[in-house]
């Protein structure tokens, strides 16, 4: 929150916020987070306090169990840097580890820290999953949305890639055991790395 007339910036709460409402002193919004399912939350804008009206049903999450995404980063073979997220699954000692590399669609789009059941559902079924922002994501910076001007179909399927081969490289998935997934401009990213690079999963979900 910031004052137009002193200039000052408060924190009044972390995570996801929209749908913002703001009418005397009282702020409302939905807010959420990896951690976080969906909330009506209300702040007071003079104190800060924080409550919650509303949680979005959650019987089928052990709220304890949900993490908060690790952030990598990777350089591709053009210099360029690749944000991703990655939602570890609970570890079974000796078990060899599953990777879903889920490419969001746009492409000039991202997948907020916000809380995603689908994500949810496979981290619970033992797979860790990454989020690649591929150059032409939005969320880091002009430069980075706008450099895949001229070449969609071509870095966000080698930024990917490199997402992919780090997250191998630290025995996390393994070619065999890797699926590529991705809707709209996604599945066209995963298409792509089916043609330029075959030998980094064994399937793919297109829609």
Do not use: K
């Not at 980075?144 to 780090?166: F, I, P, Y």
């Amino acid at each position: 929150m910031a004052s137009v007339a002193t200039g000052e910036v408060r924190e009044l709460g972390r995570g996801v916020h929209g749908q913002l409402s703001w009418v005397g002193d009282r702020i409302v919004a939905l807010r959420s987070g990896a951690r976080t399912p969906t909330e009506v939350a209300l702040y007071d804008a003079r104190s800060g306090a924080r409550s919650t009206v509303v949680t979005a049903p959650t019987a089928t999450w052990d709220r304890a169990s949900l993490v908060e995404p690790v952030l990598i980063e990777v350089t591709a073979a053009d210099g360029g840097v690749v944000p991703a997220r990655l939602y570890e699954a609970d570890r079974v000692a000796g078990a060899p580890r599953r990777l879903i590399a889920w490419v969001h669609g746009g492409p000039t789009d991202q997948w907020q820290v916000a809380f995603m059941p689908r994500i949810e559902f496979w981290r619970s079924r033992g797979w860790d999953v990454v989020i690649p922002d591929h150059r032409g994501s939005t969320g880091h910076g002009r430069a980075h949305q706008q450099s895949m001007n001229g070449r969609w179909g071509e870095l966000d399927v080698d930024d990917t890639a490199a997402v992919v081969r780090l997250l191998h490289a630290r025995s996390i998935g393994a070619p065999e055991r890797t699926v590529m997934m991705g809707g709209s401009a996604g599945g066209f990213t995963v298409l792509g790395i089916l043609g330029r690079h075959p030998d980094l999963a064994c399937a793919a979900v297109v829609s």
